[in-house]
């Protein structure tokens, strides 16, 4: 297996929850679709991925993703804090011509919205690992081009993107970074907090049904919230089912433990 590692500094970031709409509230880490969909892009503008276009298009971009890699995860180097923003949204392109858009204006009919969206802003380790040393290479070339997570408002920028040594650690240790609940036998102490989020396969499903969503997984998040809005990074002891393995992820930049299948 091959680790490719991306630190990301990130002004604000915005991965709604499901169902949020006009007053939306966010993910504290981005989920493991999101990290996939944020792969895909930076190959497609790197080296464009065939196949389609629109919808079609990003699904076969993600499937592409998928077909080499083990897991996506994140690991927050730093607090992270929470904050609401008021968006006002101009929604002239969902109108059919330029000319609808002047007669709407003229008869004095709204062409724009406003929302609340909930907003992160802090520093992260994104970890990919791979099974194909080919994605592997091409990941570590593309991901200097990541320039958003999750919502389009989003403002983020890569500072490293580095190879990491991976190091088996046995079925018992410490874990830093967001794993699936159903993974672990047990959590022996540590501070955490949980949410649920889409797992890397629901990237291929760009517009979601309720079904769909019914599919996100329960994960363990290494944050707790020291005071109001304010996110500390934490670490956990854990023992993982049988069939997977915790591994610590070594790059220069920052070191990691990532349980694995």
Known sequence: MKAVVAVVRAPHFSVRKPFSYQAAVAHSLPPPSTLVGALAFSLAVRSGIGGGSG??????????????????????????????????RVRAL??????????????????????????????????????????????????????????????VYVSVVEEAELEKAGRRGVIDTCTPRDWLNKIVRGRFSLDYMSPEELACKVLRTREDVRRAVEYVIPLYEEKENLM??????????????????KARSFKATIALP
């Open 55 to 88: 919808d079609s298009y990003v699904e076969e971009c993600c499937r592409a993703v998928l077909r080499g890699l083990v897991r996506a995860t994140v690991k927050p180097l730093g607090p992270l804090t929470r904050s609401a923003l008021s968006l006002t």
């Open 232 to 249: 500390i990074p934490s670490a956990y002891e854990a023992e993982v089912k049988e069939g997977f393995c915790i591994w610590r992820v």
């Open 94 to 155: 969902e109108l059919r011509s330029s000319e609808e858009v002047a007669r709407r204006i003229v008869e004095g009919k709204r062409i724009k919205d406003a929302m609340i969206r909930e907003y992160v802003c802090g520093v992260l380790g994104l970890i990919y690992v791979f099974n194909d040393p080919e994605e592997a290479s091409a990941a570590l070339e593309a991901l200097y081009l990541l320039e958003r997570l999750g919502d389009t408002e989003s403002c």
